[in-house]
């Protein structure tokens, strides 16, 4: 319990990016030491220095009745039902119970692992936004044919294999700033709740055993394929094990795997083995959330035959058990090819951040959709990331400016201003109670960006009354829509830095040449030889570094490379 509360204590903090493996546990890790839970977002509806009189709370509650609880009513697509349903929590009083089908840990994880575990984190932080209290599971598979398979190849232990991958995964899950859940339960240490819900579905007539193996009857289950709308004669064996001859029907699968020579295994009333695929997301969600909770959420993928056998062994189990959301994100495409190790184009979460800031790849999968296929391109993350830059600019200019000229005294703020930050907050809540429409909400802080760059660079808006008040609550409005989409930094100065380190990387150049190649342009345009200080700029201009002129010189920032500027247009 004392274990569960600490990782809850990160709340909704911003991790500080690291680059080592090791590095962003421990900024996790001190995160979680020093940073109280906090209760809940603040609405965006309520201002930095609230006061009764302020103008902006009295419009605010007069737009925030009937329209504001609507917006409020968080609605998901059901693959069960398949149609958005209104979220209602089984306890309306007491905390939501979320369960998510976590990784088999034999192998580096990679962006589809990072597109399911972004898409319901980004679901775990708006339940919290919207004041619910959030129970979240998710498990790992730490033993499983794969798991055994890749351990002898090695030579290697299959727990320790198991174990190292584990850390690996959480690392990659830290860097892309996911919350931990509130529980991460390992099929080894639950070998005793599985054993006793396959032996309640035997009791039940819904399995029978053969020679040591326990095998589910799906015949014995009416309700198999109500998820996935196969019908009986259409199903077939799961994806991980052969056909057994032995079995009563080809569809049945796999409660409990007799032991076989160098494998792990564990007594049980059936003789020595260890559990099958699917019984152990039953077992442990069971024990964590009970038989009957509000979510549980996975890839597409695992549809059938995964979730399938979930809740006909729940069921088969516990009669009453019901999970009222099943909630499935889309697959991820590679260069419009399904990603696959036999093409070749199978990418991992470890070599994209590599060369990209792992909230560049988190953006990139926010401006999806999740239930719609994504596709990966050098040229989307591309954009993801300089859209990235731009957004972390403005804000650390708002962030200084503020800092340096201080800020004034009252409360009210411009009209214009009350406008963009009601628009922001209604087009916020709107998008993100329609199935977490992560896009629209992204799309909704490009207008205020904007505003606030005019504000800080433009001559008329230096001269705007009540300027910095206003760039403060724009710039608190807009960090609550990207704390929710896990997208706000706990630096916007080393944000930036990474950035650039990033694109030096990427474009295989040092800092101190690209500082080179600004002098050698300056002293070309002071020599007025622009077709040189031209062929210098769109030099760097290909590689993705954009040199930048201005009052106090010539800086750079990265870019997009020139030649996919005309390709991004296009799509």
Not at 58 to 82: D, I, P, Q, V
Not at 117 to 134: G, K, N, P, T
Not at 283 to 310: K, R, T, V, W
Not at 480 to 501: F, K, M, N, W
């Amino acid at each position: 319990m004392a274990a569960a509360m600490a990782r809850r204590a990160a709340g909704l903090l911003p991790l500080l990016l690291l680059s080592s493996r090791s590095g962003a546990r421990i900024a996790l890790h001190r995160a979680v030491s020093q940073i109280p839970p906090p209760r809940s977002y603040r609405l965006l509806s309520q201002q930095a220095n609230p006061s009764p009189s302020s103008s902006f709370s009295a419009s605010a509650s007069a737009s925030n009745g009937t329209a504001a609880e609507r917006t409020r009513e968080l609605h998901l697509y059901n693959t069960k039902s398949r149609k958005k349903e209104q979220f209602r929590p089984r306890d309306p009083g007491g905390e939501v119970g979320m369960y998510v089908c976590g990784v088999t840990p034999y192998d580096d994880s990679h962006i589809g692992h990072a597109r399911a575990y972004v898409a319901f984190d980004v679901l775990y932080r708006y339940l919290r936004y919207l004041d619910y209290e959030v129970r979240y599971v998710r498990n790992f598979t730490d033993i499983d044919d794969k798991i055994i398979a890749r351990a002898n190849q090695l030579g290697e232990d299959p727990f320790s294999l198991s174990k190292r991958f584990s850390d690996d995964f959480l690392s990659d899950m830290a860097n892309l700033q996911c919350l931990p859940p509130s529980v991460e339960p390992r099929v080894s240490d639950h070998i005793h709740e599985i054993i006793n819900m396959i032996k309640q579905i035997l009791d039940n007539s819904c399995a029978y055993v053969v020679g040591g193996d326990v095998y589910f009857s799906v015949e014995n289950f009416p309700e198999y394929g109500e998820l996935s709308g196969r019908k009986l004669d259409d199903n077939r064996a799961g994806e991980r094990v052969a056909v057994d001859e032995r079995k009563r029907n080809p569809a049945d699968f796999a409660l409990w795997k007799a032991a076989k020579d160098g494998e792990p295994w564990w007594d049980s009333p059936w003789g020595p083995g260890r559990p099958g695929w699917h019984i152990e997301c039953s077992a442990m969600s069971a024990h964590y959330l009970g038989h009957s909770f509000d979510i549980h959420g996975g890839g597409e993928d695992l549809i059938f035959p995964h979730h399938e056998n979930e809740i006909a062994q729940s069921r088969a189990a516990c009669c009453d058990s019901t999970i009222n959301y099943w909630i499935h994100n889309g697959f991820v495409n590679v260069n419009s090819q399904k990603m696959s190790k036999s093409l070749g184009n199978f990418v991992t979460i470890r070599k994209v951040i590599e060369m990209y800031h792992p909230l560049a790849l988190r953006m990139f999968l926010l401006g999806t959709h999740y239930r719609s296929p994504i596709n990966y391109t050098i040229e989307q993350l591309n954009v993801a990331s300089d859209r990235l830059y731009y957004t972390y600019q403005t804000l650390r200019d708002c962030e200084e400016s503020c800092q340096q000229q201080g800020s004034n005294t009252g409360n009210s703020l411009p009209p214009n201003t009350l406008n963009y930050i009601q628009k922001l907050h209604d087009e916020f809540e709107t998008s993100m109670s329609d199935d977490l429409h992560t896009s629209v909400a992204l799309a909704a802080i490009s207008e205020p960006l904007k505003v606030m760059n005019d504000l800080l660079h433009t001559r008329k808006g230096k001269k705007q009354d009540k300027r910095l008040e206003a760039l403060s609550a724009l710039d608190e409005k807009i960090r609550v829509v990207l704390s929710v989409l896990g997208l706000l930094p706990s630096s916007y100065h080393e944000a930036l830095q990474q950035l650039r380190d990033k694109a030096l990387r990427r474009a295989s150049i040092t800092e101190e040449l690209v500082l080179q190649k600004i002098e050698e342009r300056t002293a070309a345009r002071k020599a007025k030889q622009y077709e040189k200080s031209d062929e210098i700029r769109k030099e760097l201009a290909a590689v993705g570094i954009a040199l930048m002129d201005g009052p106090n010189g010539t800086t750079w920032r990265p870019s997009l490379p020139l030649s996919e500027e005309a390709v991004v247009a296009k799509t």
